[in-house]
């Protein structure tokens, strides 16, 4: 497995959650890692995304609510989501790729907050 993204659960609005994600060394070294989620019937969105070399960015959503990082002794990357909302409810994605696009996806972790 490539990427392996955990942390999810249900969590009750206002409350945190702090999602994992696991990659093998090859994808840690690519340029990009990031956050997607995708909410029940909608699509997929874009949540965060880390460089590799620390610059980040969040959809405005999340924006003060939600940080990303990343470890590279432990080669994963995080997605610390506070102050939850009953819309952040979906199932989150962890992906990793080049400049051009994200060629390497994870199998998803369900978050659901609780109103």
């Known amino acids: 497995v490539q990427l392996q993204a955990s942390g999810g659960g249900l969590v009750q609005a206002g409350g945190s959650l702090r999602l994992s994600c696991a990659a093998s060394?090859?994808?840690?070294?690519?340029?990009?890692m990031a956050w997607y989620r995708q909410p029940p019937g909608k699509q997929r969105e874009f949540v965060a995304r880390?460089?590799?070399?620390?610059?980040?960015a969040y959809a405005d959503s999340v924006k003060g609510r939600f940080s990303i990082s990343r470890d590279s002794a432990n080669k994963s990357m995080y997605l610390q989501m506070n102050s939850l909302k009953p819309e952040d409810t979906a199932v989150y994605y962890c992906?990793?790729?080049?400049?051009?696009?994200?060629?390497?996806w994870g199998q998803g972790t369900q978050v659901t907050v609780s109103s």
């Open positions: 060394e090859r994808i840690f070294q690519l340029n990009i």
């Open positions: 992906a990793a790729g080049g400049l051009s696009s994200l060629n390497y």
């Open positions: 880390i460089l590799r070399h620390g610059p980040t």
